[in-house]
């Protein structure tokens, strides 16, 4: 290929029909050992790679919903960039899943052929997508959780999960620094945009408790050094949290955390009305067409 022409790639063979610009990087898992480390159940680590693989693709997709609409052309790269970074995550973590259960089904039928009640995600990834201020509060929030997660995944005893968290850090570290800056650009900007910024925190904050609430499967891998306590990055967050409120002159809001339906949240796929909408959108080429090939 000579690069004289960026298009000149497009009209080269591909034996893979879902081939698609912007693919053919390097491998993140390229040598890793893809079988479940001794004594770890498959079942359990399939299902924990669902978990923060749904919270990845289902937030990826409403920040997909912002292309067209955010404020500056600059911004608009930056959260498409986000929401690849975050779908690149999900791609491998729902491969994992199929790998680990033994089932073989692949990220196209985790993403496309689930019903809700078999998404995993926490209830914060998934609503509506508001204003702006609601997106940097969803993303400030959910990106300093994860994270704090990821980066006590790089030590995960499965080889695989340790390599995709590897990976994520530095992706997580630019989406918390890019929403940091934004709530303190809002934050301490004009009566009005403070405003906004502090109502999209008290409009997230009831999802908030969800994120540090251990599902009984995270409870048993981390006990095993494959997974993390959620609760145990919660000091970790706060931190973080103040360190950005502070300059950004908001306040973390004093609200009772969101209930969960019949005894579940997310993590146990029970969702909120938003869900079925996102899911109707994010599913219905593939339904419509469930065997075609681009």
């Given at each position: 290929m000579s690069f004289d022409n960026a298009y000149e790639a497009l009209?080269?063979?591909?034996?893979?029909?879902r081939w698609a610009f912007g693919t053919g990087f390097?491998?993140?898992?390229?040598?890793?050992?893809?079988s479940v480390?001794?004594?770890?159940?498959?079942?359990?680590?399939a299902e924990y790679c669902l978990m923060l693989g749904d919270d990845a693709?289902?937030?990826?997709?409403?920040?997909?919903?912002w292309c067209t609409f955010a404020p500056e052309l600059e911004d608009e790269v930056a959260i498409a960039n986000i929401g690849l970074d975050l779908l690149g995550q999900a791609r491998l973590l729902l491969a994992r899943a199929g790998k680990a259960d033994g089932s073989g089904r692949g990220e196209d039928d985790y993403a496309f052929f689930r019903h809700e009640n078999e998404f995993r995600n926490v209830r914060l990834a998934e609503l509506e997508r508001g204003d702006f201020g609601r997106l940097v509060a969803v993303l400030l929030?959910?990106?300093t959780w994860r994270l704090a997660l990821f980066q006590r995944l790089t030590t995960s005893v499965d080889p695989v999960?340790?390599?995709?968290?590897?990976?994520?850090?530095k992706e997580l570290t630019?989406?918390?620094?890019?929403a940091a800056r934004w709530a303190v650009r809002l934050g301490d900007g004009t009566p009005f945009s403070r405003e906004r910024m502090q109502a999209a925190l008290t409009d997230v904050w009831p999802y908030v408790d969800e994120l540090f609430t251990a599902h009984e499967i995270e409870s048993r891998l981390a006990e095993s050094g494959v997974a993390v306590d959620p609760a145990a990055v919660r000091d970790e967050f706060d931190g973080v949290l103040d360190q950005v409120i502070?300059?950004?002159?908001?306040?973390?809001p004093a609200i009772a955390g969101k209930a969960g339906i019949a005894g579940g949240t997310g993590r146990h796929g029970r969702h909120t009305e938003d869900m079925g909408y996102l899911l109707a959108e994010l599913q219905s080429v593939a339904r419509a067409h469930p065997e075609a090939t681009w």
């Amino acid at each position: 290929m000579s690069f004289d022409n960026a298009y000149e790639a497009l009209i080269d063979a591909h034996d893979d029909s879902r081939w698609a610009f912007g693919t053919g990087f390097e491998d993140p898992l390229a040598g890793i050992d893809t079988s479940v480390p001794p004594g770890v159940d498959g079942a359990d680590l399939a299902e924990y790679c669902l978990m923060l693989g749904d919270d990845a693709l289902v937030l990826s997709h409403r920040l997909q919903q912002w292309c067209t609409f955010a404020p500056e052309l600059e911004d608009e790269v930056a959260i498409a960039n986000i929401g690849l970074d975050l779908l690149g995550q999900a791609r491998l973590l729902l491969a994992r899943a199929g790998k680990a259960d033994g089932s073989g089904r692949g990220e196209d039928d985790y993403a496309f052929f689930r019903h809700e009640n078999e998404f995993r995600n926490v209830r914060l990834a998934e609503l509506e997508r508001g204003d702006f201020g609601r997106l940097v509060a969803v993303l400030l929030v959910l990106s300093t959780w994860r994270l704090a997660l990821f980066q006590r995944l790089t030590t995960s005893v499965d080889p695989v999960l340790a390599a995709i968290a590897d990976k994520g850090v530095k992706e997580l570290t630019y989406h918390r620094d890019y929403a940091a800056r934004w709530a303190v650009r809002l934050g301490d900007g004009t009566p009005f945009s403070r405003e906004r910024m502090q109502a999209a925190l008290t409009d997230v904050w009831p999802y908030v408790d969800e994120l540090f609430t251990a599902h009984e499967i995270e409870s048993r891998l981390a006990e095993s050094g494959v997974a993390v306590d959620p609760a145990a990055v919660r000091d970790e967050f706060d931190g973080v949290l103040d360190q950005v409120i502070e300059p950004a002159t908001l306040e973390l809001p004093a609200i009772a955390g969101k209930a969960g339906i019949a005894g579940g949240t997310g993590r146990h796929g029970r969702h909120t009305e938003d869900m079925g909408y996102l899911l109707a959108e994010l599913q219905s080429v593939a339904r419509a067409h469930p065997e075609a090939t681009w």
